[in-house]
């Protein structure tokens, strides 16, 4: 891909995968994978952060005598995913002006 990703859109890009439903990190990983370039090793820090802040909780399901760990997002994520929105409209609008021109 010839653009890279920021922090801010990666962020927003994950809380958004999370909108619907609880997924656990395999699987958000190839969720996101299928619209944007990313690694199980960038996910995960990403996932702490998000957890971190308070944007997405946390828990394990035994699975196979293992726990898989699966992600949320809380309300406060789906407050930041509203802002994200808006501020992804204005700017895909204005980026849009300007690579397409008058076609945008």
């Known amino acids: 891909m ?24 395999y699987v958000l990983t190839q969720t996101l994978k299928e619209k944007v370039e990313i690694s199980e090793s960038t996910l995960y820090p990403v996932l702490r952060r998000l957890q971190k802040d308070e944007f997405l909780s946390a828990y394990d399901v035994p699975w196979q005598g293992r726990n898989r760990r699966y992600y949320a997002i809380t309300e406060k994520g789906r407050d930041i995913v509203r802002e994200y929105k808006e501020a992804w409209s204005d700017f895909r609008d204005r980026v849009d002006g300007l690579i397409l021109g008058g076609a945008a």
Do not use: K, M, Q
């Open 2 to 25: 010839l653009f890279s990703i920021g922090a801010a859109l990666l962020d927003a890009c994950v809380l958004s995968a999370l909108r619907d439903e609880d997924a656990y990190g």
